[in-house]
Nanobody, 125 residues
Framework: QVQLVESGGGLVQAGDSLRLSCTTS????????MGWFRRAPGKEREFLTG????????YYADSVKGRFTISRDNAKNMVYLQMNSLKPEDTAVYYC??????????????????WGQGTQVTVSS
């Protein structure tokens, strides 16, 4: 059974940084596009960023471009989200997701086959 587990969330102040990690198992990791999403209270799930299987391509939503960086380590089957200059509006549950055998990075949640349970990020002002 494929598993994705996020870690690294927490409570920080505005302007701080956090690095989220997503550990995967039983996934064809290097073939999978990986994405990070978030869901804030009362809002829809929001695509943040994605990275191709090889790591050569990335895509960012405008809301996080320049502040967040996605990366992956195919030897460790892990994907990361470095978040800098955090704002109170970044408060949400953050999820990693895997799109198996994807040819492109897609921002639509239903395109992703597997999801983690999420990790809470709270940014205080």
């Amino acid at each position: 059974q494929v598993q994705l587990v996020e870690s690294g969330g927490g409570l920080v102040q505005a302007g701080d940084s956090l690095r989220l990690s997503c550990t995967t198992s039983r996934l064809s990791f290097s073939r999978s596009t990986m994405g990070w999403f978030r869901r804030a209270p009362g809002k829809e799930r929001e695509f943040l960023t994605g990275i191709s299987g090889s790591g050569s391509s990335t895509y960012y939503a405008d809301s996080v471009k320049g502040r967040f960086t996605i990366s992956r380590d195919n030897a460790k089957n892990m994907v990361y989200l470095q978040m800098n200059s955090l704002k109170p509006e970044d408060t949400a549950v953050y999820y990693c997701a895997a799109d198996q055998n994807a040819r492109f990075i897609v921002a639509i949640p239903t395109s992703y086959d597997y999801w983690g349970q999420g990790t809470q990020v709270t940014v205080s002002s």
